[in-house]
């Protein structure tokens, strides 16, 4: 009797999780987000992103930001991809690729030891960059339209420059991203 108890319990446990497969795919009907980083913005560095479904487990999109430290400039803007294995785009884990530009303008001093005079020299470098992001996003809310979005990854730049200044050409990435889907 107990192991005839047990078997139908082990059965019955089993089919209940079995039906659990789907429950990490949470489609959502809104078909784009429009987000930014507060942690970065009050840090000075303004910026954006905007991301619009394509299929239900890919978006496409583009980002920008700007950031002035006293008169130096950097700029940048990217068109992004993402991938959402589980097949709810805009929500859930992705992984994703963007590919753009970086802009640095930047002041530079030559010193002539002869004549003991130091010349401002004003230089401007825009380099491509490619780069790969992995991240979560959550759509929250009653109406699932809040959106709090983490993630890192790696970009390369390339291109421009001298190699008498030469910037550094790959670094680490990360966001915290606030914003809303519609």
Do not use: C
Request: glycine share 14%; charged share 20%.
């Amino acid at each position: 009797m107990k192991i005839g108890v047990f078997a139908a319990a082990l059965v019955l446990t089993s089919s209940l999780a079995f039906a659990q497969d789907t429950g990490t795919k949470t489609p959502v009907e809104h078909k784009q987000t429009l987000s930014t980083s507060p942690i970065a913005d009050i840090l000075g560095f303004i910026n954006g992103e905007y991301q619009r479904k394509v299929t239900e487990a890919s978006t496409i999109g583009v980002s920008a930001g700007t950031l002035e430290f006293d008169d130096d400039r950097y700029t940048n803007a990217m068109v992004l991809g993402r991938y959402f294995p589980q097949g709810a785009a805009l929500t859930g884990f992705f992984i994703g690729g963007r590919i753009g530009f970086h802009r640095i303008s930047y002041d530079t001093y030559d010193f002539d030891p002869v004549n003991f005079q130091s010349t401002q020299r004003r230089r401007k470098e825009t380099r491509g960059a490619i780069g790969i992001d992995v991240g979560y996003e959550w759509l929250l809310g009653s109406k699932r339209n809040v959106l709090i979005g983490l993630g890192g990854g790696g970009m390369r730049l390339f291109g421009g420059g001298d190699d008498d200044n030469d910037i550094v050409v790959a670094f680490p990435t990360g966001r915290v991203n606030v914003g809303f889907a519609f």
